[in-house]
């Protein structure tokens, strides 16, 4: 059993690495963006094998696998290592067990909620949150950021021992919620509850709930993206 190639940052997918299994009969050959496997990623693998045998079923321990042809997506959504293992087509028909190998699983960012630029547990302007007018959130993954489109969330207030909701479908605020906003005493807090956004894949994801306060300088200075 031997290795060659090199690993590299997965945000370049020019390079490869590439690792191998070689006995009498077969050599397999796995060429991989990088040495490890990220979640909530399409990790994407090319398996080829030369020799007698042929490349049999691919299983993925810990995560799920797409297959077509030589081509594979790997997708993993929680854990710390997951093991992936190629089985060869012996030339009677019969399975064989060809290699299995651990990767470590990396768990990336989910997308952070942002208004006007401004992060959970910090402080707005009355005028910023009503310009701003809008959720958003930002997606940093392999030093590079990209804004998430939100496609509804809630705004929650509580009012004396009620809370009380208001609900967006989109990512602009409500005419109720500006009305409230417009209303709203220094100091106290909005929380923003039920944020879905729509990741690059395509499926909605449910983010962490959002606090801010209103002109409250007295209890923390704004944090900014």
């Given amino acids: 059993m031997y290795y060659t190639g090199f690993s590299q940052e997965p945000a370049d997918t020019s390079r490869t690495f590439t690792f191998k299994v070689r006995n009498p009969k077969t050599e397999i050959s796995i ?3 990088d040495s490890v496997m990220y979640t909530d990623y399409d990790n994407e693998l090319r398996i080829r094998v030369e020799g007698k045998n042929k490349l049999g079923p691919v299983v993925l321990e810990g995560g799920s696998i797409l ?3 030589n081509n594979f997506i790997a997708k993993l959504k929680e854990g710390n290592e997951c093991v992936l293992v190629v089985y060869l087509i012996k030339p009677n ?10 990767y470590s ?22 005028h910023e949150l009503l310009e701003a007018n809008s959720i958003y959130a930002k997606l940093t993954r392999f030093n590079k950021a990209t804004t998430i489109k939100i496609v509804s ?3 929650e207030i509580l ?11 989109g990512e602009k605020f409500s005419p109720d919620m500006r009305r409230y906003i417009q209303l709203l005493k220094p ?4 929380n ?9 894949n395509g499926q909605p994801r449910k983010l962490r709930d959002m606090k801010i306060f209103v002109d409250c300088s007295a209890r923390c200075e704004s944090a900014k993206e």
């Fill in 31 to 33: 060429e991989e963006k």
């Fill in 153 to 155: 969330f809630q705004m």
């Fill in 187 to 190: 100091g106290i807090p909005l």
């Fill in 159 to 169: 009012i004396d021992t009620t809370v009380v909701s208001y609900k967006s479908m």
């Fill in 105 to 126: 699983i990396v768990h990336l960012a989910d997308p952070e909620p942002l208004i006007g630029g401004v992060k959970s547990d910090s402080i707005i302007t009355k």
């Fill in 67 to 69: 297959r077509n042809g």
């Fill in 93 to 102: 028909g019969k399975l064989e067990l060809g290699l299995s190998k651990i």
């Fill in 192 to 200: 923003f509850t039920q944020i879905i956004c729509m990741m690059p």
